[in-house]
């Protein structure tokens, strides 16, 4: 057995502590900046682990930070542990069905995406017991689909303290995750009419949904002259209540702004702030907003990236029985708008690993891709968003994906909430801990590699980062209402 190997088998010798805190937090299912259980297992377990727990962090309640080492290199990993809303769904079954009525789930499979990097932080604590120099700090990062924690943690410099991060993402297919993606930033407005009889007195009431609704045309107009990678949406949260004949006194528009830059993102955001003036100014209303979060977008780095993938080459992705194939094809056949994508983000960017692709997963036809798309460096920008990019701007950061979920299975469905019990998921959490921890060990034994790391960070973070979070911002639990 090398070296390595003997500190990757405490992951097996662990494995159920590790997927029993999978499971628990996907039945937990709490969401962003609520996930109070979830929190308290992970600090309980890595207490026991000997881990030296502190929580909260950066006053927010549902975050923590597990430590164990001393001294350089500092090696942070990073977790998530937030759910969805509207996403319950019982485990292990191919059809729709509620586990709790009108409840949420993890269609994002962050309960794997935690316990995964805290596999990572199990197996570096073991190789960092026999003697070896450094520290790991496990970062508990809440609210990832609502709220960006990361990105008011980094508004702290938390992440400064590590000389780099790893992470990783559950997925329907096992790369290294290179590339960019999208700033984004979330902005609440809220409108306040005088409220009348529609009929008897309508010159007497100012309506806040009409208000609403000149904003949502004035963006409209605004999409034509932005940035094609720029993206606007909204959901009204508030449309004022469910008699026409009351001239509506309330009314509220929660919008996302996305630029590849954070600058470029609040020039758009300031354009969207007139547009919300105008609106009142049109209806006599009045309009006040409120920050909700903001993500910057991904540094890649090619160093880090290239060991994570030597690592995943090595450790190997998982396999599966004739049973999970099965399953996951059930599921498959479930979709609503099947996917006939090549799986891999290399692919649309490179025609040899394309083809190769294409030939492995038998034009992407496969319930379960059980192979490693090979490794391409990319400075694309993807869509959607993560504060993993706030991170990244502090120190160079790296992430993989695992398949946990079935081919081409959607984001954030119930599909994957259904998956994220199951042994194909388990395996995915395990096999992304593995990798984690076997580039940390690399990293801790090669200080040149963590060198230039930082030297190619340098250079691609060079304009500094620009926290999207304003200084006097709280974080906001998804659902808080505006008072
Ligand atoms: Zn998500
Ligand atoms: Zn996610």
Not at 142 to 171: N, Y
Not at 322 to 350: H, R, T, V, W
Not at 372 to 391: C, I, Q
């Amino acid at each position: 057995m090398s070296e390595k190997a003997k500190y990757l088998q405490v992951i097996d010798e662990k494995a159920n502590i590790i997927t029993d805190v999978s499971d628990k937090i996907w039945e937990y299912a709490e969401l962003s900046l609520m996930e109070f259980k979830s929190c308290e297992l992970y600090v309980k377990v890595l207490k026991e682990q000997g881990f030296n727990v502190e929580c909260p962090v950066c006053g927010i309640d549902t975050a923590f930070k597990a430590t164990y080492g001393s001294g350089k290199p500092v090696i942070g990993i990073l977790a998530e542990y937030d759910a969805l809303s509207g996403l319950s769904q019982e485990a292990n079954s191919t059809v729709r069905k509620e586990l709790v009525r009108g409840g949420s789930g993890h269609g994002c499979g962050h309960n794997l995406l935690g316990a995964g990097a805290m596999a990572a932080a199990f197996a570096v604590k073991s190789y960092l017991e026999e003697g070896h120099e450094g520290t790991v700090i496990f970062y508990g990062c809440p609210g990832e689909e609502g709220g960006a924690a990361k990105a008011f943690m980094a508004r702290e410099r938390l992440f400064e303290e590590c000389d780099l991060a790893l992470t990783w993402h559950p997925g329907s297919v096992n790369q290294v995750s290179s590339g960019t993606c999208n700033s984004c930033i979330q902005t609440e407005y809220k409108f306040t009419g005088v409220a009348a009889h529609a009929a008897g007195n309508p010159h007497m009431g100012r309506s806040a949904l009409d208000a609403v609704e000149l904003m949502n045309i004035g963006v409209q107009f605004l999409r034509e002259h932005m940035e094609s990678s720029s993206r606007i949406h909204y959901a009204i949260t508030d449309a004022g209540g469910n008699s026409p004949n009351v001239v509506q006194p309330h009314a509220q528009v929660l919008y996302m702004v996305r630029s590849v830059l954070v600058k470029e993102a609040l020039e758009l955001q300031a354009r969207v702030d007139k547009i919300a003036e105008a609106a009142a100014m049109m209806t006599e209303t009045k309009m006040t907003k409120r920050f909700i979060d903001g993500t910057s977008n991904t540094v890649p780095n090619k160093v880090l990236e290239k060991l994570m993938w030597e690592n995943f080459n090595e450790v190997g992705v998982p396999t599966y029985t004739e049973e999970e194939k099965a399953f996951a094809q059930a599921l498959i056949d479930g979709y609503e708008m099947p996917s006939k994508n090549l799986p891999g983000s290399a692919c649309d960017e490179n025609a040899e690993i394309a083809e190769w692709v294409a030939e492995v997963s038998k034009n992407a036809t496969i319930p379960l891709n059980d192979f490693l798309v090979p490794y391409w460096f990319s400075t694309k920008e993807r869509a959607g968003s993560t504060d993993v990019g706030d991170v990244s701007w502090l120190v160079p950061t790296a992430q993989i994906n695992v398949v946990c979920s079935p081919s081409g299975a959607p984001g954030h469905s119930w599909q994957n909430v259904s998956c994220g019990k199951s042994t194909i998921a388990h395996k995915g959490l395990l096999c992304a801990g593995r990798v984690i921890a076997a580039t940390a060990i690399d990293l801790y034994e090669q200080p040149e590699t963590i060198a230039a790391a930082k030297a190619e960070w340098e250079k691609r973070a060079a304009g500094g980062y620009f926290c999207p979070v304003p200084a006097d911002a709280v974080p906001v639990a998804v659902g808080e209402q505006m008072d």
